[in-house]
């Protein structure tokens, strides 16, 4: 995860890196956190996937005039107004801000950083071919399991369409398992994000399937719930 901070005092670009860079330790993220005391800077550079953009900036420059240039140049990060002054915030809506964090109130951005990799974690698609020898997008927000089908992989969107698709489990589980998706069986990777309901022995998913846990894959089931929860889940 790519992190930006444009603050024009020092004192607060440290104040909130501490914060992210201790969000992101403790839950075992993997982050890149480059800092800037002007918009300009980081425009020449503007490679961030979260951007934490002070509204009150220099004379000759404002975050929102920041945040406009990024819509047009077609950049797509998120972006979290920084402010001392909330009623600021109103004009926020010309520049589709992800949130508004009031300086005097830090932990906000932890909170932001949860919303953040809630929306993002799986908001990308994956490619796979499939038996006829098409090249498929698979959009992993809309997976619900991968499960072996004869020497084929299937995968079961939440709307019930199936695709039958080239690959191994084991190298589906492997893509797969940084993106919130479990290998519970040997013949089945889940989403966890669509898990209802597990027991020592089976896991509910939110269209009432359920899934066997194999006895092999218990214990990486249990971290790999532990870690989502502890990530992702309210």
């Known amino acids: 995860m790519k ?6 005092e020092a004192v607060w670009r440290d104040k909130i ?3 992210i860079e201790n969000y992101c330790r403790d839950k075992n993220i993997s982050f890149q956190i480059n800092s800037y005391g002007n918009g300009k800077d980081f425009m020449e550079h503007s ?19 920041i945040a406009e240039q990024l819509m047009r140049y077609g950049n797509k990060c998120k972006i979290c107004f920084l ?24 932990e906000e951005v932890g909170e932001a950083l949860d919303s953040f990799l809630k929306t993002k974690i799986q908001d990308r698609v994956v490619f796979c071919k499939d038996t006829s020898g098409g090249r498929i997008g698979i959009n992993l927000n809309e997976l619900l399991l991968v499960e072996t089908y004869g020497r084929k992989l299937r995968y079961l969107m939440l709307d019930g369409k199936e695709y039958f698709c080239e690959g ?11 993106f919130g998706f479990s290998r519970i069986h040997r013949s ?4 966890l994000k669509y898990m209802e309901k597990a027991h020592s ?12 846990i194999g006895r092999a894959h218990r214990d990486a089931f249990k971290k790999d719930f532990f870690m989502w929860r502890m990530r992702f889940d309210n």
Not at 47 to 65: K, R, Y
């Open 3 to 8: 992190i930006g901070i444009v603050e024009d």
């Open 17 to 19: 890196q501490a914060v």
């Open 47 to 65: 490679d961030a996937d979260l951007l934490f953009l002070d509204i009150e900036l220099t004379e000759d420059e404002d975050g929102f005039q």
């Open 83 to 106: 402010t001392s002054h909330t009623e600021l915030a109103r004009s926020g809506y010309k520049v589709n801000a992800f949130r508004y964090i009031d300086k005097r109130h830090l």
């Open 168 to 178: 191994k489990i084991s190298e589906a589980a492997s893509s797969l398992s940084p």
């Open 188 to 191: 089945y990777i889940v989403n």
């Open 201 to 212: 022995h089976e896991v509910t998913l939110c269209n009432g399937l359920k899934v066997m």
